[in-house]
């Protein structure tokens, strides 16, 4: 196809000339195939549009130009990211003859071209931009204050600007606001989790030190013309007063602060958190680490502000260095010869945080999760050996600290596979001897098996009776399982409901663990919506996280997501995940179910001793009866019921669970569990009205 160069840079509105066509198809393929851009179109995929155009503000953070970043929820699944760096230039660019900001927003890939030298250290995971969120909105709006002015453009239908940018007034300050809304035909879902947001721009705020970075959360303030605020001239939506939940991070400290953040709950070991930052051969090294109080390692790993929950090259040459630190140290201090701590041993009850920054970046793994850039194993070595050696030389007192707790690891370590050793001959997982508890299925194929792990016998029961007895297996768990902080391995697999699990799983466990032997490919945990079942769900997702970490890390655990009502129309039967879905069916006419149940329950007073009858609500809407029914638990399902809802893959929602998710569940469980208790007390009271941990 012949390329006509646009010659009028002052395009008339609506007319597209071939340079165009080739950005439409650009914008068109993203929104044929999502999942290449952005992963997924999922609820992950769509958060992955919130990072993408936050990176961008992140970056002008990166590059110094810009301190304050705000997020803002706003109602009709809007997401507005305002930043105070230099604004995206509005002039025409010569090559697209239109604007830089047009550009930026519809061209693929073009972000990185217009800062120049430094100005992008790579972009998200995929790297993609704004250009792809907005092929993925069905609005868009930017806002641009530089150079005295104040300039807008807009864009629909996956990204096709309504206008060229204008400019609206004048301004004295410099900034970016983009705006968008993603396309509800694209996306399974387009609602955000607040919590999600608030974790990751958390983490965000650690590796940019000095960053300030709000999130509003605005979305209930749908009735008061929120809407057309972006047009009535706020910069920052915080100026408006509005009471809404919000979140402010500012980290002076950067990763320094994060590892503080992470220990906020456990005894330090000792006092200064070491802390380093260099570069070398072109690769920016920062880690920061302190030891604490107990035995699992807590390593985050970043690459290019990237989580790498696989770790890579950089954690490679970070365990190396610190191994041998360590080693060198003893050796110094009269260490006995041949007692050399192994790898394992320097990690107990270390938090460190790792990150790294690089030019032409390269990542492996399935999800792309794991560095595999080389030089970075070399510089994080260097950086670290060097640093560290000096802060163990200059603090004495750490260093004690430090190597008497890779000496107790030791200690603990041949304790522990001496007593492992014995129970492993004593056969506690021995030859495949399924427990009794467990309603295995038939077929012997891993993939297509799962293994439901629910609560109470009761709610066991009718899972067994429900499921489809060909491929889904049945594990009751009863009450509180083993407390398992602080429990090693030996005391672990005393336990009778984690031996059952873990013999039921296949993979044995510790040093003999082998993901191989997986005998479920899905592994899902349903536990009732209330506070046990949380508590149950937090108990299995930190087992998991510190025991059978790669379980996790290969997607084979899920939550299950029951409904929370049923609802009756006459004879037309509906089950509801949310309360959004209950109000879609019902209409908003009809009475709120906690009216209704209110009501109910009174009545239920005088005549009924049955306590645990399901609130039930009755009402008249046009000629249908409705009934609606909230679930408390699993067990009040009788077998169909959890069969059609919860259990067949046709109908059911579940939830996979993700490296963050564990490790969310293993922070709250260590405030249930751990050792301090005037954190597990003022957690306990904060939450204690919630129906759900929200894990
Ligand atoms: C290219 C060049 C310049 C700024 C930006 C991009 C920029 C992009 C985004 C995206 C969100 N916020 C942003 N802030 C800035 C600056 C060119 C110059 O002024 O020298």
Known sequence: MAKTPAKDPKKK?????????????????VRRRPGMYIGTTGVDGLHHLVWEIFDNSRDEAMGGFCDDIEVVLLPGNRIRVADNGRGIPVDIHSKTKVSALETILTVLHAGGKFGGEGYKVSGGLHGVGASVVNALSNYMRAEVHRDGGKYVQEYKNGGKPVAQVKKVGSSDLHGTIITFEADPTIFQTIEYNFQTIVSHLRQQAYLVRALRIAIIDMRDMSGRDIDKLDDKGTF?????????????????????????????????????IFFVEKEQDGVQVEIALQYVDDITARISAFANNIYNPEGGTHITGFKTALTRSLNNVAKNGGGKEGDNFTGDDVLEGLTAVVSVKMREIQFEGQTKGKLGSVEALGATQSVFSEAFAQFLEEHPEEARAIIGKAALAMKARKAAKAAKDSILRKGALDGMTLPGKLADCQTKSAEESELFIVEGDSAGGSAKMGRDRRTQAILPLRGKILNIERARLDKMLASEQIKNLVVAMGTAIGDIFDLKKLRYHKIIIATDADVDGAHIRTLLLTLFYRHFRPVIDGGYIYIAQPPLFKIKKGKEVFYAYTDEQRIAYIGKDAPTVSDVALAESDELEGDDDDATSPAAAKAKAGTARITVQRYKGLGEMNPEELSETTMNPANRVLKQVTVEDAQ????????????????????????????????
Do not use: C
């Open 13 to 29: 509105e609506g007319h597209y000339d071939a340079s165009d066509i080739t950005v439409l198809e650009g914008l068109e393929a």
């Open 236 to 272: 920052w939506m915080r100026d408006l007063g509005i009471d809404a939940p919000s979140m402010s991070f500012y980290f002076e400290g950067g990763l320094r602060s994060l590892v503080g953040f992470q220990n906020r709950h456990q005894e330090p070991v000792h006092k200064t």
């Open 664 to 695: 969310d569940a293993d922070m709250v469980f260590d405030m249930l569990m751990g050792t301090d208790v005037p954190a597990r007390k003022s957690f306990i009271q904060s939450h204690a009205k919630e129906a759900t941990l929200d894990i």
